[in-house]
């Protein structure tokens, strides 16, 4: 229990990063919109609010600070200014409001739409079984980063026309910029974005030099962009492809094998999963997706003045929605803090929601669902090594970095 008359949050503190739940109940409680004068930033914790936040449109709310801004950008303020934000080159979309965002959204879609997505299942399955063919016979071995992570690193390759022998390295590249500075709370992501865009820009450039005919069309579509004026350059090209890379690698193993965690922490929830796998699984994983999802807050600037959840913000001002909060809002869900399979889940924020809703959104519940399944099928029993498991504290994404399992 924290102490309500001394009660402060900041997001970058460490104690809020070892645990930010506590925090949530708080902020829900007494706080529900809570000012942070030094980042000169608000930070809304119900589920209604967060709703309101994030589907907020007409470019009132914009990430032109960026969607994940590290304190010492915060602690920059706007005061009432926000300067434009400059388009050649063309910077990441997620800086971008209507409609450069969906223009450079729409041109990379493709591959993510349902009929694209349902394609992929059987090269998913045999995926997850291969790797499983080699880690079961060793007894133990991380679930997070030697199968969910390798599964959900390959697809981007997939995605990408990489060579799924890189996974191994693009889970480690993307995950090097997830690892939170202890003293000050942010993300080492100008090191981890090098790393991402040193290894999309010679498949973009492959592209280009190939034609670019729709045969990769993440990449393609983004090639044969006519909106500009003039093609965009293959940096261009990469940069708007950093968030599928590092979105698509980083979050699903965590989910995965945090799901199968709590699993396996309520026997008797486990006994009924796996009474019908083939069904039960897709319902386990809405509650697991509630529950276990990592991402914890997304930022945006105000653009003019607006009223989030009744409260007045200021344009320059900066608002931050905490997703990890709103999936524990007592207002939404009964016993928030109780995994409970087949609770039901009408709404969930674990992907966003408005404008910049997960683009990933079908892939990562196939990949969730295959993960689960599959090593559920082959295993019967299964444990964790909890005193080697590790959930970095970490301001962003709270998640199990890694999670050691043992086979029976
Ligand atoms: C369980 C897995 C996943 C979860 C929980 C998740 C969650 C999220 C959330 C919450 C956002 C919203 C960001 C915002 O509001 O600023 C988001 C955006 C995004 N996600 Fe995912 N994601 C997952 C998997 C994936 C996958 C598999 C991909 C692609 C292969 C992906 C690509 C993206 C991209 C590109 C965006 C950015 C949208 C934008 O701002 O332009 N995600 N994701």
Redesign the pocket.
């Known amino acids: 229990m924290l102490d309500e008359a001394s009660f402060t949050y900041d997001p970058f503190a460490r104690e809020v990063m070892n645990n930010p739940l506590p925090f949530y109940k708080e902020l829900r409680a007494h706080h529900r919109a809570y000012f942070i004068p030094k980042y000169d930033l608000w930070a809304f914790s119900r589920f209604d609010d967060v709703v309101e936040l ?1 589907g907020m449109g007409d470019n009132a709310l914009v ?1 032109t600070d960026t ?2 801004p590290p304190p010492e950008a915060l602690l920059r303020h706007n005061n009432g200014v926000i300067a434009p934000v400059a388009m050649d080159p063309l910077p ?3 800086l971008l409001g209507a409609p450069d ?1 969906e223009i ?2 729409q041109a990379h879609l493709k591959p ?1 739409k349902p009929r694209a997505v349902a394609a992929l299942k059987g090269q998913i399955e045999a995926l997850a079984n291969t790797l499983l063919d080699d880690l079961l016979p060793r007894g133990r071995f991380d679930l997070t980063l030697d199968y969910g992570g390798i599964v ?1 690193a390959a ?2 390759c997939h ?1 990408l026309d990489l060579p799924l022998g890189l996974a191994r390295e693009v889970l480690t590249t993307v995950n090097a910029g997830t690892i939170t500075d202890p003293e000050t709370g942010g993300l080492d992501t100008a090191t981890s974005i090098a790393g991402c865009l040193d290894i999309i820009r010679p498949a973009v450039a492959r592209r280009r030099a190939a034609g670019a005919d729709g045969s990769v069309p993440a990449i393609d579509g983004l090639i044969n962009l006519d909106h500009y004026g003039r093609p965009l350059t293959d940096d261009e090209v990469t940069m708007q492809l950093v ?10 193993p ?3 094998a945090h799901g199968l965690m709590e699993l396996a922490n309520h026997p008797d929830q486990l006994a009924e999963v796996r009474k019908d796998l083939d069904a039960n699984v897709d319902i386990a994983i809405e509650e697991i ?1 509630r529950f276990c ?3 914890q807050w ?3 600037t105000a653009q003019r003045d607006v009223v989030i959840g009744g409260q007045k913000i200021a344009k320059g001002q900066r608002v931050i ?1 905490l ?1 990890g909060s709103a999936a524990r809002d007592e207002a939404e869900f009964d016993q928030p803090d109780e995994f409970i399979w087949n609770r039901p889940v009408p709404r969930v ?13 079908h ?3 196939l ?2 669902r295959i993960m689960v399944r599959e090593f559920l099928k082959r295993v019967p029993s299964y444990r964790f090594d909890m005193d080697r498991a590790i959930r970095r504290p970490s301001s962003f994404q709270w998640g199990w970095n890694s999670l050691p399992v043992i086979i029976d």
């Open positions: 994030l990430g969607s994940l990441t979309s997620n965002y450079l959204r993510f959900s697809m981007v995605l968030c599928v890379f590092i979105g698509g690698t980083e979050t699903a965590k989910v995965a997706l999802a990592p991402a997304f930022a945006r929605a997703m924020l674990s992907f966003g929601h408005g404008q910049r809703y997960c683009i990933g959104v892939l990562a519940r990949e969730l």
